[in-house]
């Protein structure tokens, strides 16, 4: 069973930068497509980024593209959220998620990814 650790939250600034990290259980993190996805009090879970099993293929919310970058380390079980140019907004609990189905991408919906870490916090504030 894969289990999902999510780090590197805490308070940043408006404008500011934060590099979040998931790291994996078990020894088949390279079959999975990977999501990380925020959800803000009284608000739905949303899609931030996507990425490939082998990190060829990536996507955006297009509230995110160009400020965050999503990457992986299939040697070292992780994902990264590279978070740039914060807004106040941006305040949620940020989540990794994992997408176990076999697929050209990854799955582009809440309902695809079946596997969840416990979510980490990002407050954005002066």
């Known amino acids: 069973q894969v289990q999902l650790v999510e780090s590197g939250g805490g308070l940043g600034q408006p404008g500011g930068s934060l590099r979040l990290s998931c790291v994996a259980s078990?020894?088949?993190?390279?079959?999975?497509?990977m999501g990380w996805f925020r959800q803000a009090p009284g608000k739905e879970r949303e899609l931030v980024s996507a990425?490939?099993?082998?990190?060829?293929?990536?996507g955006y919310a297009d509230y995110v593209k160009g400020r965050f970058t999503i990457s992986r380390d299939n040697a070292k079980n992780t994902v990264y959220l590279q978070m740039n140019s914060l807004k106040p907004e941006e305040t949620a609990v940020y989540y990794c998620?994992?997408?176990?189905?076999?697929?050209?991408?990854?799955?582009?919906?809440?309902?695809?990814?079946?596997?969840w870490g416990q979510g980490t916090q990002v407050t954005v504030s002066s």
């Open positions: 078990g020894r088949t993190f390279s079959s999975y497509a």
């Open positions: 990425i490939s099993r082998n990190g060829d293929r990536t």
């Open positions: 998620a994992a997408d176990r189905t076999v697929r050209a991408r990854y799955g582009s919906s809440r309902y695809d990814y079946d596997v």
